[in-house]
């Protein structure tokens, strides 16, 4: 009975929040804060699963005008765990193929977001570019997953180049995101599902890499995210 009511609440709020969202990209298409407001009316929908979400660290970019933002990506849940740390004029990266998705494609392309293609690495390596320039001329933020997929509780997937191939283009820093392990913890007939904690961690510069030590700073990231998994995997609430 729970899991039923849960599932028509949570599809009421998320038709309110796709047509909210449609409305305000149909008047500002594409604009850079589209993905803030949009991130937190989903993330609004949380409790509606009986998951509580803390995310801190919010201090560490106040002052960032532009920054690569790379977070570990677990299941379809993200879509309303992880916006609460989206910052202002953050957009996120996803492959192309996401825009035939009905509804969600279309208002995530709308909002602003970008699309890769990453089966053609021509298009990706020029899109890539695209991205840099929008960076820098727009003072603009980019979300991206490494891992390139969810892990659905395998643990950090190995990450892929493309972010920190942006960061480095761009100049400006990674700033790692660090979600605590939540696959399988949330029962929609289970009044409390417990909490996920997300810390958002100092910025990483990148002025001190050279193109060939790419694969430096992704091993240095991806360690700094996963230790911080573990810490937080030891407090974070689960039922």
Known sequence: MLKLLRIILLTLALIVAFILGTVLCVLRPRHP???YVLGRLFNK???LVGLKVR???HEHVQQLK???YIANHQSNWDIIALPGAVMPRTVAIGKSSL??????GQLFWLSGNLLINRENKAKAASTIGKVVDKIRQRNMSIWMFPEGTRSKGKG???FKTGAFHIALQAQVPIVPIACSSYF?????NRWDNGELLIEIMPPIAVD???PKQIRDLLKHSRQLIAERIAELDKIAYRP
């Open 156 to 158: 950090l997937l190995p």
């Open 208 to 210: 001190g890499y050279e």
């Open 55 to 57: 995310v801190r660290g």
């Open 33 to 35: 804060d589209n993905v």
């Open 99 to 104: 825009f035939w998705i009905p509804l969600f």
């Open 184 to 188: 399988g913890q949330i029962d929609l």
């Open 66 to 68: 532009s920054a690569v």
């Open 45 to 47: 929908a949380c409790p």
